[in-house]
């Protein structure tokens, strides 16, 4: 049998493969990962198996012990490489897609995006090519319409739907504002980086292949040498994203989803009330039934509380959830959070000592509204109360963002309107007007 030397540039293509292979596992099978919705986690698994198939398909069509040993399979090989290229892209697009779509689902229509894989596999079986074909003709600079027809094709699907996903991510700010409190929501930019650092690197390929016949060999071998390296290069910033990032995120549906208050509970008579959870009595015997503590209730200083202000909907469901609600409450009562200017979920989760998902999810649950409006609804009333207080009639608008916790104009005229329905101006001359 034929021994198989590997070079240290095959060496980072199989460790691009394995470490794309654990992550899968770790993501989809362990499930260590938490993600915004079960279709981004199984999106965001299969995105790592295609990029780790991508690098495994360099090393077969271009490794010549390789290609050697696999020549009995070739055109099984060719059909590998053909699914493995077109691929990524797709799948890019479509995790991109679960980030800035809510309540995002797979349709039938989505199998159309195997449409370059099929194109791939009518070239190849109708110019008969293999294996050794594609990469003979490249190498030994022989003209084939065939071959160059299906590296074109490898090569510029992907970087059509990075174009489509860099173009999804329009939608980005609207998504991640539910959790920034300042138009600061840092991470966003991290997916961008990420999708942009792979267009680059597939236009690079799709450069290479186009330049293909007005370079030397040496160059484009230099070239090919780059994109290896920097298929390990972003198979780790993909992981830093999913590990460090994708975790901040809340199910985008909750976001979008006003939920519908309980319908109230019909009559019953002879009930007892056991802070606001009724329980019919039981006289023949002796029932226990658990105390749940009321909802909390954020004290304002105010007699008539704004109804804009977040208020918590329903009792706990348990006394553990009972407890990290009132961690959540106590961030706005006694800690005063939310008038911290570059306040973000993380930033209060780590003040509140509870995990930043866990904030987001609660504040949905029980709160109705996104961690961006929980806190921004707090700072429109400070703001409030600055704008009408007599100490403060001629302070500069900039002045009492500032105070408020807001360090974002934008951020401040957008949230005190929609609480308010006034403009900050609009709502000191009302209350000037009403004190006269």
Known sequence: MQSIHFSMIDIVLIVATL?????????????????????????????FIAIGM???????????????????????????????????GPLLLLF????????????????????????????????????????????????????????????????????????????APAVYSTHSTNDQYPYHYWIKALVWGFFAQWSLN????????????????????????????????????????????????????????????????DVVAVVGVAVPEEPASEVFVPEVPAPYVIKTGMQSQPSYLPRQQRPANNFEEHEALGMIVSGIDDKQLHLQHTLNVDKFSDAVELPSREVSRLINAYFDCSFAEFINAFRTYEAEQLLSCADHADAAINDIIGRAGFNSKSAFHRFFKRFTGLSPSEYRKHKSSNKD
């Open 19 to 47: 470490q794309c292979a654990l992550v899968f596992g770790l993501v989809v099978i362990a499930r260590a990962l938490p993600t915004p919705s079960p279709i981004c986690r199984h999106l965001l698994g299969l995105l």
């Open 54 to 88: 991508d690098a495994a398909a360099i090393l077969l069509v271009w490794q010549a012990d390789v290609r050697a040993a696999l020549a009995p399979v070739a055109g099984l090989v060719i059909a590998f490489a053909s699914f493995a290229f077109t691929a990524k």
């Open 96 to 171: 991109v897609q679960t980030l800035t779509t809510p309540q995002f689902q797979l349709r039938p229509v989505h199998i159309l995006h195997l449409s370059a894989f099929a194109m791939a596999l009518a070239v190849a079986f109708t110019n008969g090519l293999d294996i050794e074909r594609i990469t003979y003709s490249v190498e030994s600079d022989l003209p084939n319409p065939g071959t160059n027809t299906w590296w074109t094709l490898m090569r510029l699907v992907p970087c059509i739907y990075a174009l489509a996903a860099i173009y999804t991510l329009r939608k």
């Open 206 to 269: 799709l450069g290479v292949h186009i330049a293909g016949n007005h370079i030397s060999f040496e160059l484009a071998n230099t070239l090919g040498i780059i994109n290896d390296f920097a298929i390990l290069v972003w198979v780790n910033a993909l992981l830093f994203y999913s590990f460090k990032v994708i975790r901040t995120l809340s199910p985008l549906q909750q976001h979008q989803i006003q939920v519908a208050p309980a319908e109230p509970a019909k009559p019953v008579a």
